[in-house]
Nanobody, 127 residues
Framework: QVQLVESGGGLVQAGGSLRLSCAASGRSFSSNAMGWFLQAPGKEREFVAAISGNGGSTYYADSVKGRFTISRDNAKNTVYLQMNSLKPEDTAVYYC????????????????????WGQGTQVTVSS
């Protein structure tokens, strides 16, 4: 069974930081692009950040550029999202996702570009 499990969410004050982790099991995703998406109540899931299989390319939504950093540790089969300078509008459930293609040199920025999804972790930023 393939599983992606997010962790690291929680409640933080505006301006604070959180580090989300997404641990994969069941297979290796070291050669797959991976991404982070968020979904706020009543809204569609939207792109946050993505990283190519080899970690050489990263992509960010305009709203998080300069604040969030995506990274991966392939030895641990884990992808991270470091979130700094958090804002109340960042409040959402954050999902990690894995692309199903090997050695993709880019990373999709839409939900349909990913096959495997985690259950999500709640991030709440208070004002």
């Amino acid at each position: 069974q393939v599983q992606l499990v997010e962790s690291g969410g929680g409640l933080v004050q505006a301006g604070g930081s959180l580090r989300l982790s997404c641990a994969a099991s069941g297979r290796s995703f070291s050669s797959n692009a991976m991404g982070w998406f968020l979904q706020a109540p009543g809204k569609e899931r939207e792109f946050v950040a993505a990283i190519s299989g080899n970690g050489g390319s990263t992509y960010y939504a305009d709203s998080v550029k300069g604040r969030f950093t995506i990274s991966r540790d392939n030895a641990k089969n884990t992808v991270y999202l470091q979130m700094n300078s958090l804002k109340p509008e960042d409040t959402a459930v954050y999902y990690c996702a894995a692309n199903n293609l090997f050695r993709l040199t880019t990373a999709p920025m839409v939900p349909t570009g990913y096959r495997y999804w985690g259950q999500g972790t709640q991030v709440t930023v208070s004002s």
